[in-house]
Structures are given as structure tokens and as C-alpha cells.
């Protein structure tokens, strides 16, 4: 892996699309689980669709399963950029 070009505003363009791809199917799977999980809540309080209080606690559930993927792909992408700048190490 070698160091990316910054020196120019097409090679800085090119590092931020990478960036952005790191982790991203973690990243946008992990808002997705979160905001189901606010649907689930709000439905939930709401008692529509029929959802009972124990939605409520699966709900909770799938929401620090999004949070965890969604940090994981922050990790993810961090230890990607530190990698890149230190050439590889």
C-alpha cells in the first residue's frame, strides 16, 4: 500500500472517494438498523401494526447492533487512513 497523493486536487478527490468506501456497507447497513429500530420504538409506543412492549426491547437490540457497525466502520476506515499515510505499516 503506498502513500496517496495529496498534493493535487485530483489525487485528494481520489483519497476522500476511497475513504468513503471503506466500511461503507457496514456504515449504511448500521443507519439502517437504527432507524428501523426508531420505527419499532415509535410503533411500538404507539401500539401500532400491533407491536407490544416487547418490541420495544428488540428494538433496543437492533439499535446497539447499528450503533456497533456503525463504529466498527469509523474503526474501519481509521486504522485504513493510518495505514495509508505510514506507507503500508
Not at 433496543?60 to 486504522?79: D, E, H, K, N, P
Amino acid at each position: 500500500m503506498t502513500r496517496p497523493n495529496l498534493d493535487t486536487d485530483e489525487g485528494r478527490a481520489a483519497y476522500r472517494a476511497e475513504l468513503r468506501r471503506v466500511g461503507w456497507p457496514f456504515r449504511w447497513g448500521g443507519m439502517a438498523l437504527i432507524v428501523v429500530a426508531a420505527g419499532l420504538v415509535l410503533f411500538a409506543r404507539q401500539g401500532r401494526f400491533g407491536l407490544t412492549e416487547d418490541a420495544v426491547t428488540v428494538a433496543y437490540g437492533v439499535l446497539a447492533v447499528g450503533w456497533a457497525l456503525v463504529i466498527g466502520s469509523i474503526f474501519m476506515r481509521t486504522r485504513h487512513h493510518k495505514r495509508r499515510m505510514a506507507e503500508g505499516l
